[in-house]
């Protein structure tokens, strides 16, 4: 890497104001002022462009974004090499740690412009890098002939990492893609918890909060599973649908499977918003609910309650946002399930 770096700053060092006004530069020289631009320009995207949108597929696609860019970075990196060096293993070496650490300058710099670095951007950098790379090297096998020129390492680790990088980009995508397909599927319940991949669109807050077995005595079949919520009084027990399916127009009522097992009522407040919430509390649905001690109970509120809910204007029921139902930190320490939310 050291190298590498040394050989891109000593080409730059050999230039003149004369010579790039008199346009005598050598030939590798201008190779490498166009790759610095290239690859300048390939890193602005990251800096300096925010893409619209909210959601789960938003942020996977942005993240996703980097893979393809230090794919690039890392090619380009690698041809500053001398052409009759770019073949061997430690130019590939060289070109992967210098794409990694520019992706590690730019998680820096975003930190800096009060946009929170993050490790896993690096991972993908590292993953777009690999892939690009092992791709080139692919490539380049195919076009000079691999009996004629053996790389190094052998002939099977250009496509090993290629597909490893790859696999590690799209991996994001596809997880979020079978998170769509499984809310869609499911619908018109809007959240369930059987497993971890129903918490694809849900955050929870208490003290513990986990997909368990449901207490034999509150469970109406074997094995039947809740999202427990423990709270305390530092503590408030809390779930929030964060991307429910938005249309809810063609139902008339949205139900929660509850369960309280302690010996004092529990006070929630089921809170619903659309895409155009304002915010504030006169803007949403926040509506009182009681569980009785010791009980299992379904409570059901009418959609027509939820579309009126808003202190200015209806609730538009074809753009639901969110769901939570919450409660607040208690003296006693307690619990409560919440096996399902659905709509009739």
């Known amino acids: 890497m050291r190298k590498c770096v040394n050989h891109v700053l000593g080409m730059f060092r050999k230039l003149s104001v004369d010579k790039l006004t008199a346009g005598t ?34 942020d996977v696609s942005l993240d996703a974004s980097h893979g393809p860019i230090f794919a690039v970075v890392a090619v ?36 800096i412009g009060h ?22 090297a692919l490539v380049e096998r195919r076009r000079s002939g691999a009996a004629a020129r053996p790389a190094a390492g052998g002939p099977w680790w250009p496509l090993v990492i290629a597909l490893t990088g790859i696999t ?32 694809t669109f849900v955050t929870t807050d208490g003290a513990g909060a986990a997909i368990v ?37 063609g139902y008339s009522v949205i139900a929660a499977d509850l369960t309280n097992p302690t010996e004092d009522e529990v006070r929630l407040t089921l809170r619903i918003h659309d895409a155009t919430h304002d915010w504030s509390h006169e ?27 808003p202190a200015s204007r209806p609730m538009d029921l074809g753009r639901i946002a969110n769901v939570m139902l919450f409660g607040r930190p208690a003296p006693q320490p307690g619990e409560i399930y919440v096996s399902r939310l659905w709509l009739e």
């Open 25 to 58: 530069l050598h030939p590798m020289q201008r190779a490498a002022i166009a790759i610095a631009i290239a690859i300048a320009a390939l890193l602005s995207l990251l800096l300096f462009i925010s893409l619209p949108g909210q959601g789960l597929w938003h």
């Open 283 to 309: 803007d949403r649905l926040n509506l009182p609910v009681v569980l009785a001690p010791r009980t299992r109970t379904t409570v059901r509120v009418a959609l027509s309650e939820v579309q009126a809910a």
């Open 115 to 136: 946009r929170p670095g993050q490790p896993f951007d690096v991972m993908t950098d590292a993953a777009g890098a690999a892939a690009g790379l092992g791709l080139w």
């Open 213 to 249: 077995d449901l207490p034999a005595r509150w469970a109406q079949r074997a094995g039947e599973r809740a999202l427990r919520l423990g709270f305390d009084a530092g503590h408030a027990p809390a779930v929030q649908v964060i991307e429910p399916s938005p249309d809810w127009r």
């Open 168 to 199: 590690l980009i799209a991996w994001p995508p596809l997880q979020a893609a079978r998170g769509y397909a499984q809310r869609a599927a499911q619908f018109p319940t809007v959240a369930q918890f059987r497993d971890p991949r129903d918490l």
């Open 76 to 111: 380009l990196v690698l041809l500053v090499h001398d052409p009759a060096e770019r073949s061997a293993t430690v130019a590939y070496v060289n070109a992967f740690f210098v794409a990694v650490g520019l992706g590690i300058v730019i998680e820096i710099l975003q930190t």
